[in-house]
């Protein structure tokens, strides 16, 4: 594509733009245009370049842009204005997460600001709301099956308590995150209905076919992702009389990228919430963007396209906006939802490290590091301008998608290691303290995911239910080991609403008809804030672990060396019990911590001679900044407790 043609059509847009957008101030807007137009015509073109409305198409690019620019809040215009300056803000150690649902966590949003300060006492200061839009009373998947995308449920509370809240959240320096569903609706959105009454414009919105011939061709490539619950990936609808792609559920229909006009449509949804003061959001479902016959229709390059399109037309309204992919898939696969670019993050610039996730599972499982190891040697590295999202539970399940190829390395066989994990996770397997539940089961292959709360998967449930004292100190340890792991990683650690005060397995969802098939309810608790008072109790559960996390994300904060440059080297050592990494500061070679896990339930020895190349030191030079003392050395041997870590630095 000629630079030329580009500057030509940007002109022609320029020149028909209607009165109410080039009589605002378009500053800002008009640089950022300029320097992206090249880009966003260049890929606007491969995705939808052969239609003969392209250039009108391209107009109505360019007005949803303007129209949202001029929309946009002069507090947040500045704000946009402070991040391309600091563009690297992001990758600070400062930042720390937690996912909630706004009336899980609280009543609804009104009620969540009055909850704000419980955020800045434990020192989280990203909040990521699980989905807040209007959704059906029924059918919603939790939120995922949107039925308004302008509108805020009522169940949670209005658009003025969110813009309320985002206000105030910014006036405490705290980001605000919420979920944009990108690859479908519900039934009963809009678009739907009026798909349903035959209206051309809208059924070109959806894949939508007359008989099975397409629909089964799709099929024999396709993969199901509920096949229990949701199989097959068509749905026929009787008012329509035409069968309808529905990947996820019967009631969510798949948008159709095809049409430039979806496009554009989710373009301003995305941008209409950056204007309501979301600072970060994350795009639902990514890899299943782009369909085409004879694929799995998952991790397509237009996909890729799509997402960079995204980016570059908010670069231009919104730059201060980050995106999170949200794309649960192999290593090898998941990086590239950063971007093809050496450097820059053109297309989301945070990603779930569900990888990792997976892994430190595994250890927990096995008790030893084996494939957290070898598994973290084949995790491909990010780029510079991009991070993690690290984290221990999510609101969905535990998945175990690992490459087969580590597990063989690590001396285990695949299916029977799987076997092993799910037997594990749910307390079938003999002396297995776990209460996990079996998600997604299939009785034939024997795979399957997990739900349950991280307290409950740790033991902690069995242990309060049968007074054993050991199994109740070894669960607080391992909830505090697993999030030492995420909070020095290199990323954004993102822990989960209940976990901080040892949240048990929620089975109340068995009660809601609407819930009771889906046991990831089990873990999607309301929190008890009788509960959350013990924080402030000593020798309580509570206490100990929301302290102990306390305390891990005070000292996160003031380690350089934990933001997120790719500066982090695993450190092979002879035991394989033992997790080691070191973080390091690439402008000063003496600035470095050394990460230490010990994932067994027996105090572990590490030579240091297995960890020279980290450091040279004398006997006694070592200080553990989270204890803030020196560790146990003998002969040069360091000793790690059971289920315990180190951050270690020379003194």
């Known amino acids: 594509m000629y630079e030329q043609i580009s500057h030509s059509l940007l002109n022609d847009i320029l020149n028909r733009i209607k009165p109410d957008i080039y009589q605002k101030d378009l500053r800002h807007f008009y640089t950022r245009l300029g320097a992206n137009f090249y880009a966003i015509h260049g890929l606007f073109a491969k995705l939808y370049g052969n239609r003969e409305d392209f250039d009108l ?17 002069d507090e947040l215009k500045q704000l946009d204005i402070e991040r391309e300056r600091d563009y690297n803000w992001f990758l600070n150690q400062k930042w720390v997460g937690m996912a909630l649902y706004a009336n899980g966590f609280a009543d609804d949003l009104k009620d969540m600001q009055s909850h704000l300060s419980y955020f800045q006492e434990l020192g989280v200061n990203m909040v990521h709301i699980m989905p807040i839009m209007e959704c059906p009373e029924g059918q919603s998947d939790g939120g995922y099956a949107v039925s308004n995308f302008r509108e805020i449920d009522n169940r949670v509370g209005s658009l003025e308590d969110l813009r309320s809240l985002s206000k105030e959240m910014r006036s405490r320096d705290m980001l605000l995150a919420m979920d944009v569903v990108l690859n479908h609706t519900s039934d009963e959105h ?10 051309s414009t809208y059924l070109e919105y959806y894949y939508t076919f007359e008989s099975r011939n397409i629909p089964d061709m799709f099929e024999q490539s396709m993969l199901e992702v509920f096949p229990e619950t949701a199989p097959g990936n068509f749905t026929w609808d009787e008012k329509m009389q035409r069968w309808v792609m529905t990947v996820f559920n019967n009631y969510q229909w798949d948008l159709n990228y095809n049409n430039p006009a979806v496009f554009i449509e989710m373009l301003d949804v995305i941008l209409y919430w950056a204007n309501q003061g ?6 639902d479902a990514v890899a299943f963007l782009w369909k085409k016959l004879g694929s799995t229709c998952q991790n397509e390059h237009e996909a890729h396209l799509i997402l960079q399109l995204l980016k570059d ?28 670019d050496a450097v820059i993050a053109k297309e989301c610039e945070i990603a779930y490290n ?13 008790k030893n590091a084996n494939l957290l190891n070898q598994g973290i040697k084949s995790l491909p590295n990010k780029l510079e301008r991009a991070t993690w999202l690290n984290y221990v539970r999510c609101h969905d399940d535990i998945g175990l998608g690992f490459d087969d190829k580590d597990i063989i390395q690590s001396g285990y066989e695949p299916q029977s290691h799987r076997r092993f994990l799910i037997d594990y996770l749910t307390g079938r397997f003999e002396n297995s303290f776990a209460r996990g539940l079996p998600f997604a089961e299939n009785i034939k292959t024997g795979d399957s995911r997990i739900s349950g709360s991280l307290a409950s998967l740790v033991g902690l449930q069995y242990a309060i239910e049968t007074g054993d004292v050991d199994a109740q100190k070894n669960s607080v340890k391992l909830i505090l080991l697993l999030h030492s792991m995420i909070l020095s990683f290199g990323g954004i650690p993102l822990l989960y609403y209940g976990d901080e005060i040892g949240t048990l397995n929620d089975d109340t969802y068995l009660d809601d008809p609407d819930k009771m098939d889906d046991n990831r309810w089990v873990h999607r608790p309301n929190i008890d804030w009788v509960k959350a008072e013990k924080r402030h109790t000593p020798c309580t559960v509570e ?3 929301f302290n102990g996390l306390k305390k891990m994300i005070t000292i996160r904060k003031e380690i350089n060396v934990f933001s997120d440059f ?10 394989p019990n033992l997790f080691v990494f070191n973080r390091f500061n690439p402008q000063k070679f003496h600035d470095r911590v050394l990460v230490v896990a010990n994932f067994n339930d027996q105090p572990q020895k590490l030579d240091l001679e297995d960890v020279a190349s980290w450091g040279t030191y004398k006997q006694g030079q070592l200080f553990d900044l989270h204890t803030r003392q020196k560790p146990e050395i003998f002969n040069n041997t360091l000793v790690i407790p059971s289920f315990s870590f180190y951050w270690l630095r020379e003194m």
């Open 57 to 73: 198409q391209a107009q109505r690019l360019v007005e949803t842009m303007a129209r949202q620019y001029i929309k946009r809040e």
């Open 190 to 199: 809009e678009w739907a209905e009026k798909a349903r009454t035959g209206d």
């Open 278 to 283: 979301a600072d970060i959001l994350r795009l």
């Open 313 to 340: 037309c908010c670069q231009v309204t919104a730059p201060g906006v980050l995106f999170i992919a949200e794309a649960i898939v192999a290593p090898s696969e998941v990086t590239k939802y950063f971007g093809e």
């Open 354 to 366: 569900a990888t990792f996730m997976a892994l430190l599972w595994d250890a927990v499982a096995t």
């Open 543 to 545: 206490y100990d672990i």
């Open 566 to 575: 790719n500066n982090r080297e695993l450190v092979d050592v002879g035991n």
